[in-house]
């Protein structure tokens, strides 16, 4: 069944009751058996109701608006994502309704709920670090809602979703460092759960491998929250515990390069001279701090962009995902400066 095909109706005949019978169940009105409003909202979650008719309305007509979920609005990549968003948005007549997550689980799946609320016509997200767990999103898939995922591609097979190479620019990070003399290159990597992660992680030991076999130097920092403080502490911990310490540090994103960066200065580690240092995404900052941070860009514009044209095509389908692109990937480039040229 599509989504918003289900009635009050179809549930008070499913179960054989008043129409009057299933609108008090649905809102826990006294007089109604316990029994009785269990039966009413098993019927209607099988038939996929939702209240005050807002899935029947989001099939039936367009809302011209479009949902779009990402972890954190001040996050640098994420407001050049949105720029891109709204610019083929408003192009084409549509407005924006912008929601985070603050990297909460519990919180995106209430967020849903709100866009649903205000009659979406499509959705455009990026999950949060906590979501591991996809079936608030599969269940909408399976509706017929049309999404399309960027920058994070979730664990569904029939997901749409437009992402960069990360694992090239993160090979192409490394290859940078080595081809400057460093042999001892440590990465900070991100969240486990996130396919990103495991792309520029992978990327990471590709480059060693292929670079030369006489180098055989690994190490990886679990730096799962990806902040500068985690990251800072990370780092005075391997330049002072005592075991062998890298001459380079590929970071997960600038913002782990900014706290690898901190945590060298007050160690009195010389940049690039003694350690060299590359991060990810081209924030802001990072061409402000001394020295200027290297670092890959990532199309955050044009990632916005690319998802809402695919978002647009699978409104205009009504949802029909058979001639649309599943995957989309766009390059990076690796934008190289003080922090890691000797």
Not at 175 to 192: D, F, R, V
């Amino acid at each position: 069944m599509k989504l918003g095909q289900a009635t009050i109706k179809d549930i008070a005949k499913e179960l054989n009751v008043s129409l009057s019978t299933v609108s008090r169940a649905l809102k826990n009105y006294p007089g109604i058996s316990e029994e009785t409003k269990r039966r009413v909202k098993e019927t209607a979650e099988r038939l996929n109701y939702r209240p005050n008719a807002v899935a029947l309305s989001l099939r039936q007509s367009k809302s011209f608006t479009i949902g779009v979920i990402i972890p954190e609005v001040v996050h640098f990549f994420f407001s050049t994502v949105i720029s891109g968003i709204e610019e083929v948005a408003y192009a084409n007549g549509y407005n924006v309704i912008l929601c985070q997550t603050n990297e909460k689980y519990e919180r995106e799946k209430s967020i849903l709920d709100t866009m649903l609320a205000n009659q979406v016509d499509g959705l455009l997200v990026s999950f949060s670090k906590e979501t591991k767990d996809f079936d608030h999103f599969t269940k909408l898939i399976e509706l017929e809602l049309p999404i399309v995922f960027f920058d994070r591609i979730p664990a569904i097979d029939s997901s749409v979703h437009v992402t960069v190479n990360d694992f090239q620019g993160a090979y192409d990070a490394v290859t940078h460092l080595l081809q400057q003399g460093y042999k001892k290159i440590a990465h900070i990597s991100g969240p486990e759960n996130l396919t990103i992660t495991k792309q520029r992680k992978e990327g990471y030991l590709k480059a060693i491998r292929d670079f030369d076999e006489a180098i055989s130097y690994t190490k990886i920092l679990e730096c799962p929250s990806g902040n500068e403080d985690e990251s800072f502490k990370l780092v005075n911990a391997l330049f002072t515990n005592g075991e062998e310490k890298p001459d380079a540090i590929f970071a997960h994103h600038d913002l782990a390069a900014a706290g690898a960066l901190m945590a060298l200065k007050s160690l009195g580690i010389k940049i690039p001279e003694e350690v060299g240092l590359v991060g990810y995404s081209n924030w802001q900052f990072s061409s402000m701090i001394d020295p200027p941070l290297s670092t890959v860009s990532q199309p955050g514009a044009s990632i916005g962009e690319t998802a809402t044209k695919l978002l647009l095509d699978m409104i205009n389908k009504n949802g029909n995902t058979g001639t649309i692109s599943k995957s989309v990937m766009l390059d990076t480039e690796l934008i190289i400066r003080k922090s890691s040229s000797k």
